[in-house]
């Protein structure tokens, strides 16, 4: 790779993600007009309309605006809202993994790794196709290893140390706590409610 055009740019996989961001916008969709439909509050339908605003728009830009280059000198990856540059001298090794999400899918990375194995990128395969991540792991030339089978994040963790979150290693916990603090949140709307409303 010894100038521009010998770099490998390695963009979304576009027809994944428009497929995703529809099925995102009917679902959102059929969330608000079932909310609207039934007996709850017409306020959650704003709420939930509101996010699904939100959420549609930054998935399109993240869509449009991702992308991976490597050079001769630096890999660069760029999202929605920044761009993280690394000397590619700094790249040591490569670590892929097919990691189990919680109802069973299952999602590629690819974590780029410095000579200390601390992490300096993590490429996700929900975003990038298979290929892409192949093309990349091939065009940096270092050593690449990984589970051979689909792992969870759990497991993934005592292998591999550091390369993935608490969040991710204990979904369930995460789920819960959200789970308790809309119940939480519910309770306390219903409370107001009843309380104007008397």
């Not at 930054?58 to 490597?70: D, N, P, V």
């Not at 290929?131 to 990349?136: A, D, S």
């Not at 969870?152 to 140390?161: G, H, L, N």
């Amino acid at each position: 790779m010894s100038d521009a055009q010998d770099d490998l740019v390695i963009r979304p996989d576009f027809r994944t993600g428009l497929i995703v961001l529809v099925v995102v916008a009917v679902a959102g969709a059929g969330i608000v007009a079932a909310i609207l439909i039934g007996d709850a509050p017409a306020v959650f339908a704003l709420v939930m309309g509101g996010l699904f605003a939100v959420l549609i728009p930054l998935a399109i830009g993240a869509l449009l605006s991702a992308r991976i280059t490597l050079t001769a000198h630096e890999l660069v990856v760029q999202g929605l809202f920044g761009r993280k540059r690394e000397p590619r001298s700094r790249v040591a090794e490569v670590v892929r993994a097919s990691i189990i999400a919680p109802r069973g899918g299952v999602g590629e990375s690819l974590f780029v790794l410095d000579a200390q194995r601390a992490l300096l990128f993590r490429v996700q395969g929900s975003l990038y196709s298979r290929g892409g991540l192949t093309r990349l792991a091939d065009a940096l030339g270092v050593p690449c290893s990984g589970p051979d089978r689909p792992v969870s994040a759990d497991e993934f963790a005592k292998t591999y140390p550091g390369l993935v979150s608490w969040v991710e290693q204990h979904p369930y916990r995460l789920a819960f706590a959200v789970a308790g603090v809309m119940c939480v949140t519910g309770m306390a709307v219903a409370l107001v409610s009843l309380a104007t409303a008397s």
